[in-house]
């Protein structure tokens, strides 16, 4: 099943058999609201914190899920998730909620795929009947966190990105009908001594360009064997910079079939400086807006290559780069 | 090779064929020393910072179990590790260091086993020819982050533990010798609602007696067939704790047959409180003295539970109670 040195083929091409897609305010403006399954009212989701905000989020989101999936909830086997918290204790809550047997990761913004990765291969080894796996951000929950108190109203540089509220979920299983997972790339993690956390897209891209380079060179394909090749969160800058990065590597990828999430989850006219971001990011538009174009035939085949930037305040504070991950899953329409 | 809801049998045996071990001079002056490959003289490891301290004690276990393993570090596949720094990002910089593809990990002290669990499901399923797997904590960097600055030099309760400097590192492969991992079991995360972040060996307890009592039940075996069943991190108090839960659930564990990685590490006369632990706690016993004991031939059996306190400092100051986690990894002698 391993092919190459860091790809996955999955004979058994596990089956994204529901999802569960879930937004605040902010996501309810934006660019694909008709591929959400419900949006809370404000950042508050009902509850007493911002973080407790975020595990709502994503109890939320499995609701959805399983309910789509015609499942009973104890029929899953196991639950991978992360997010950006410190401890990613909102995942972890959640897992308590559901309580299904957990497995917590951590890849930054590439957690959503770094979860598909590792979910598709249980089902494909027969390890699991059902997992559920995704990522969750929360906006005000992060900027606390990681920036300036939002208070304080401090401006932001053009290339700084804005972190999406949500959480996005899918349900894989070895049968049922909807998208297949075909294949996956784990990222190594790459630094080009970027020091800017207000503009990570730049600091990412070098890291999906490797990805996507690998993978494409370890299943022996083409960009052109997919219809589309989606960035997690490189945003406007981090998205010229990658196809710049591809095209040096000889590797071609059109502009129109070159799409990165942070670019399709808000519209234009929404104040989100280069783009969205966040775990949630990536999450979202893949199990929202992707998995709908494929399941109506839009599309047929994509891969989804989710990017993290894997700082954190005090690696900032300490002057050090900002180390980069990408990990790629490839979906297509399994009726095809 | 799902077995029951949230167990995995490797029929084809994935093999412990090198360790790494390393800690810092509190551990030099433990209980096992003999079973470290190296020690660092101080806690800043030659670094100029905690944090950088705690990516070079990974980086040195690295070096030792790939050397032992006689194989080249290009052939290792991927590198599963976390550790409980903010967005462990300890883990993020040794990997870019590795230059290993990177699958980033968080279950708090219980990420040795969650670890080893997916480690050895990659072995099993031919999804790698080579995994590296661990955990690793620094005392200073975790004091730093969880609990008061240690210049305050405020005391602690004797229900408190004491975090391990120290990575232990095991390299995986479907071939070659060395001690064999048979089974896994994935924890749910359990919480009896207690809300002491100075006592998470009653915390965790109820994790472990759940993940322990699931294992026997899924595997249907009993705990005598085990030479020893090994928790992670909960000490002396936790210990008694979840013995007494098993008895409960009418499993009897013999005293001299249930041992806690927190009360092997240090000696009694370190000021350990009730025991050690951290992150690198029940790696560095597991990977250090009971993988040796296995090779020797004194022990034949064993499972190991590490366990995890799932909390941050947001969660206790917004008073919410400590989820906990444990995951179970069984490893025999594989001339057995």
């Given at each position: 099943m ?26 309810k ?78 890849s ?70 909807g ?34 380079s ?51 989850l ?10 969205g ?42 002057k ?17």
């Amino acid at each position: 099943m391993l092919n190459g040195n860091q790809t996955w083929i999955f004979s058994n091409k596990p089956t994204i058999i529901s999802t569960g897609v879930v937004g605040g305010p902010f996501e309810k403006a934006g660019k694909i609201k008709a591929d959400f399954d419900y949006f809370f009212d404000d950042q508050w989701c009902n509850e007493t914190s911002f973080e407790k905000a975020h595990t709502a989020l994503i109890e939320k989101a499995s609701d959805f899920a399983v309910s789509k999936a015609s499942i009973a909830h104890s029929d899953i086997n196991f639950f991978l998730h992360g997010d950006l918290i410190n401890q990613i204790t909102p995942s972890s809550f959640a897992a308590k909620k559901l309580n299904i047997p957990y497995l917590g990761l951590f890849s930054a913004c590439a957690t959503s795929m770094e979860g598909l990765a590792i979910g598709a291969m249980l089902i494909n080894s027969e390890s699991a009947n059902y997992v559920m796996t995704g990522a969750a951000s929360h906006n005000s929950a992060v900027e606390k966190q990681f920036r300036y108190p939002t208070e304080y109203g401090s401006q932001k540089p053009n290339t700084s990105q804005w972190t999406a509220t949500g959480a996005g979920l899918a349900i894989l299983s070895k049968n049922g009908k909807g998208p297949k997972i075909t294949s996956a790339t784990i990222g190594k993690v790459i630094d080009y001594d970027l020091h800017d956390p207000f503009h990570m897209g730049a600091a990412m891209a070098p890291a999906a360009a490797d990805t996507i380079s690998t993978h494409l060179k370890e299943r022996n394909i083409k960009p052109s064997d997919y219809d589309l090749i989606i960035t997690g969160d490189l945003a406007y800058y981090g998205r010229e910079l990658c196809l710049s990065l591809l095209e040096e590597m000889n590797i071609s990828i059109p502009q129109e079939k070159f799409l990165d999430c942070g670019l399709e989850l808000y519209s234009s006219s929404q104040p989100t400086m280069a783009g969205g971001s966040g775990s949630a990011c990536s999450a979202l538009v893949t199990y929202g807006h992707f998995i709908n174009k494929i399941k109506n035939k839009e599309l047929n085949k994509i891969l989804v290559v989710a990017t993290g930037a894997l700082l954190s305040p005090l690696t900032v504070q300490q002057k050090q780069s900002i180390p980069c991950i990408a990990h790629a899953v490839s979906i297509e329409n399994g009726e095809v």
